[in-house]
């Protein structure tokens, strides 16, 4: 019992607990009186103060008379109200963490022992002269202790995402506190989770029980965190400013708006490796007075200078009036910087993706009316359960199976349309029957509010807008490899305008009136942006040439089949004049010490052989330097060389073309040089992942309330730091459904 007790060093009345164990047990009662010390309300205030004032002359008491039992109650009382009182100051006493960890077990009056709860080891345990110590450093070190510490270098095995995010990899680790906490600062950044995050008790919770070798106090506070960020962000960007460092950029530009109408611009780089890998980096996220096009050109000219680089390949961007100021101040302020090529003459490159979204607007235009009806049919189902309850119990009926679920559309984004479209046409029967079997479907587009007057849909409807589908899959099928950040695009372009074109002249002969007037309203549209291929930028035709499954052949195949063989010769000698004007561009400015040297030159160096003293080393250094001049000469060659052989199989699916150039890059020196940057040109202003968001750039209110200079440092740190994980919206729409049917399913159960 002794050892349960308080001390004489922690116990508010350490004379009194003391002497309690020291003296018989007789003189119990007069100590208990000793340590009330809070009196009953009962009790008049005189009584009170006479006892707290009695305890000195009882303690002297107990040293002059030991003993006086003839005024104390019974001995039996003693076990009941010491252990009351055992009781009442353990509660008052710090219990050591040693004990989370052993038991303390008695062996005999006042000898205890401490039993290891991992490997039965045991310690001495008496309160007096036995401390927590050797127990302490005991369960760190405890072979058999599952959360003990793992020797120093010594690492485990542990399974961690792959960087493209399909699976798992088996990795050795070893924790941390640092590397826990740099973890910790990189999820917040890439998760877009609040600072405050790290001060939620479900958090910390769960990560010591997730880790118990992490303790609280190793969980940084939010201001620790922040910090933390903008040193991730530091240290990433050295790594990026060091990967540009020489090198040519293609860029991209967007705008985004805070929730607070604060407008910020994206600059984004593109550019190729020298192990040929295509990336994609955010280069700055900064804040901008306004929209006009000198004020984006002197931001972009500013955050270039601040990055250190000093070629522009291209820029990309939107049709927006002001994107022209833009790109004509960036040509006058850059033209002079060491890595321009052709004084920026093909600088400007036009969104595709955002041309094919007019054309598509041209064609939506004449089946509105067939787009509005069915729009509002799915609405209706999608607007409640019961409505959805009754679309499912059709199905049943009409044995119509299908995994695909109906999906609203925003009427702005024309994929999610399509998506629309191309599954409601799938269950045409069933919304023929609701006409007619719900009531409530009838009275809803008798409605004028809801469906603007127009009825509920018709089988002329469904058929509308069947045949504008299979038209549209080209559209959305082009625009997905338009907007795609994992994999060259540039020489993409030309396949898929050749399709459109080819299709959209198709269906201008086709004796269906409504299509015939689509399909020309589009040519219009197509006209206006890409013409007969004069009005496209050529490098979009170099890159198709810079194919080695294509080169100049498909170029004069495909413009013969349009235009005819005439409009082909004169295009592809105009792409071959380009392509030659450009290599020797290139020779220029990335072999600079390549020249051929001038006459008087030549006549100097020949005299400085007469009275030389080695005469044969000056010979072989001049033989040398005219090797060099011969090279030079032959260089254009390299455009001949390559059109001459064979083109590469179509057919192979596997095929890369930047491996390609990886493995080629030693015979095609100065050609392969164009090609790391002309592949490197995206033909879209957005990402595949954010080319089709319903939900606009709009920064969220976490990072809308932040400095802008925290905004940069979260954006770019995650888009720097994030893997590479293209997302599907078709995925994510199926991933959906599957989960409104286990909703569904559920809720049939209750």
Known sequence: MAGYLPSASRSPQPSSLSLLYQYDSSLCFTFLCSLDMEPSSDAPPSQTTS???????????????????????????????????????????????????FEKIKISEGQFKAVCHYCQKTYRANSKGHGTTNLLNHTPNCVKNPNRASPRGQQTLAFEPKMNGEGFQLVPTAFTVEASRKALAEMIILDELPFRFVEGYGFQRYSTTLQPKLQIRDIP?????????????????????????????????????????????????HFIDDDWNLHKRILNFCQVEDHRGETIGRKIEMCLREWGVDGIFTLTVDNASSNGTTIKFLQTVTKDWKGTVLEHEFLHMRCCAHILNLIVGDGLKEIDASIARVREAVRYVKSSPNRNQTFRSIMERLGIESKC?????????????????????????????????????????????????????????????????????LFYNATKKFSGSLYVTSNTFFDEMFVIQENIAHLIKSQNHLLKNMA????????????????????????????????????????????????????????????????????????????????????????DTVGCSDPYAMVNSRYERFLEVEK???????????????????????????????????????????????????????????????GGRILDPFRSS????????????????????????RKSKDEMEALEDEFHELGNMF
């Open 51 to 101: 006892t707290a004032q009695a305890e000195p002359a009882v303690q002297a008491e107990h040293v002059a008379t030991p003993t006086n039992a003839e005024v104390l109650p019974p001995k039996p009382c003693y076990k009941t109200l010491v252990s009351e009182i055992a009781a009442d100051c353990g509660n008052n006493r710090k219990k050591s963490t040693a004990w989370d960890h």
């Open 221 to 269: 506070s939010r201001q620790t965190v922040a910090r933390d960020v903008i040193n991730i962000y530091g240290v990433e960007r050295e790594k990026l400013r060091e990967a540009l460092k020489g090198r040519r950029v293609c860029l991209t530009t967007d705008t985004w708006t805070s929730i607070q109408n604060l407008c910020y611009m994206s600059l984004t780089g």
């Open 405 to 473: 679920l109906l999906s609203l559309d925003v009427p702005t984004r024309w994929n999610s349309t399509y998506l629309m479209l191309d599954t409601a046409e799938k269950f045409e029967k069933v919304f023929l029957r609701m006409d007619f079997e719900d009531d409530s479907y009838s009275s809803y587009f008798l409605n004028k509010e809801n469906s603007g007057g127009l009825g509920s849909p018709c089988g002329v409807d469904f058929q509308n807008c069947r045949t504008f589908v299979g038209f549209l899959k």
């Open 520 to 607: 020309t309203k589009m040519e219009a549209k197509f006209e206006k942006y890409w013409g007969k291929g004069d009005k496209i930028n050529k490098l979009l035709y170099v890159a198709v040439v810079l194919d080695p499954r294509k080169k100049m052949r498909f170029l004069k195949f495909s413009f013969s089949e349009i235009y005819g063989d005439e409009v082909a010769d004169e295009m592809v000698d105009l792409v071959r004049k380009f392509m030659d004007r450009l290599y020797d561009d290139y020779s220029r400015v990335d072999s600079p010490n390549v020249v051929l040297p001038s006459e008087n030159e030549r006549t100097h160096k020949e005299g």
């Open 632 to 694: 030079s000469i032959g260089c254009s060659n390299e455009i001949e060389k390559y059109l001459a052989e064979n083109c590469e199989s179509r057919r192979d699916v596997k095929f890369e073309i930047l491996g390609w150039w990886k493995a080629n890059s030693d015979r095609y020196l100065v050609l392969s040089k164009i090609a790391r940057d002309v592949l490197a040109v995206p033909v879209s202003t957005v990402a595949s992942e954010s080319a089709f968001s319903t």
């Open 706 to 729: 932040l400095s802008p200079l925290m905004v940069q440092n979260l954006v770019c740190a995650q888009n720097w730091l994030q893997a590479h994980v293209p997302i599907s919206f």
